[in-house]
């Protein structure tokens, strides 16, 4: 958690944020796909999107080929050409 805040840190204005630093992660390979932790729930899917809520809002995976490959506890990992990740408001 400390490593987070530090990061989160230097993004900013030299503060931490306030509540829960891990809102949304995630860590995107081109061509192969990306692994995105602290999800809530799928909201939807098909092979050119997955949308992903969270406790905060939401986020949309636009991409070619995506495929749910592992959903487990609140960590999702996609398979498939991921092209952008958008955040979204509301979930």
Do not use: H
């Not at 692994?35 to 799928?42: A, C, E, M, P, R």
């Not at 080929?65 to 408001?89: H, P």
């Amino acid at each position: 958690m400390q490593l987070w805040q530090e990061i989160l840190s230097q993004l900013g204005d030299g503060q931490p944020p306030d509540g829960d630093v891990r809102e949304a992660i995630y860590t995107v390979w081109t061509d192969r796909g990306g692994y995105f932790q602290n999800v809530k729930s799928l909201q939807s899917f098909s092979p050119q999107e997955v949308r992903l809520r969270l406790r905060r809002g939401a986020l949309r995976v636009a991409g070619e080929g995506l495929v749910v490959a592992k959903y487990a506890e609140s960590d999702i990992l996609i398979r498939g050409k991921i092209f952008s990740v958008q955040c979204e408001e509301g979930g």
